[in-house]
T-cell receptor, first 113, second 114 residues
């Protein structure tokens, strides 16, 4: 079974500072990896996905993530936080032989002015 | 492309009542998924349709839950004899034909069972 671990349930950053959200997965075969964002009382919006092409994936709103097979990680970064980045972020995986998403517990980001 | 829509957005019901939620996927998508999200947790898979066929049901989906997708278009999720533990956000997603294609989520239906 797939598992996804997001380190840190809550991250607080200053506006303009680096945002770093950590995600590690367990998988015996390379999975497909996703980051979704959820704003209050809304559904999930795809930020970016890794599907075995380039290991550095660029997404929307200035976010990017790097797939590191040796570390089984897929950390999400943004160089400069904006107030509008305050939301909950979920890392998710789909094994290469499956179709359903397995999500981490999520990381809530708050941005300080 | 109008996106995935869900109705109602909010539902408050009393324990023991039946509730039904509807999901309208993106029109050209043949795969449809239901997930449940409780407070402070990531979404958990409930069930999956390819066209009108329900291909997988999670162990989370007790006998009180039933999902349908007649004609492979919209889907309904019914909960019979609701319990307080059913209180959650119910999310619907749809995707295209390919494996590991992006799943696009609707806004969710938030259920509160009193």
């Amino acid at each position: 079974a797939q598992s996804v671990t997001q380190l840190g349930s809550h991250v607080s950053v200053s506006e303009g500072a680096l945002v770093l959200l950590r995600c590690n997965y367990s998988s015996s075969v390379p999975p497909y990896l996703f980051w979704y964002v959820q704003y209050p009382n809304q559904g999930l919006q795809l930020l970016l996905k890794y599907t075995s092409a380039a290991t550095l994936v660029k997404g929307i709103n200035g976010f990017e993530a790097e797939f590191k097979k040796s570390e089984t990680s897929f950390h999400l970064t943004k160089p400069s936080a904006h107030m509008s980045d305050a939301a909950e972020y979920f890392c998710a995986v789909i094994p290469s032989n499956d179709y359903k998403l397995s999500f981490g517990a999520g990381t809530t980001v708050t941005v300080r002015a | 492309d109008t996106g995935v829509s869900q109705n109602p957005r909010h539902k408050i019901t009393k324990r023991g009542q039946n509730v039904t939620f509807r999901c309208d996927p993106i029109s050209e998508h043949n795969r449809l998924y239901w997930y449940r999200q409780t407070l402070g947790q990531g979404p958990e898979f409930l069930t999956y349709f390819q066209n009108e066929a329900q291909l997988e049901k999670s162990r989370l989906l007790s006998d009180r839950f039933s999902a349908e997708r007649p004609k492979g278009s919209f889907s309904t999720l019914e909960i019979q004899r609701t319990e307080q533990g059913d209180s959650a956000m119910y999310l619907c997603a749809s995707s295209g034909r390919g494996i590991q294609e992006t799943q696009y989520f609707g806004p969710g239906t938030r259920l509160l069972v009193l």
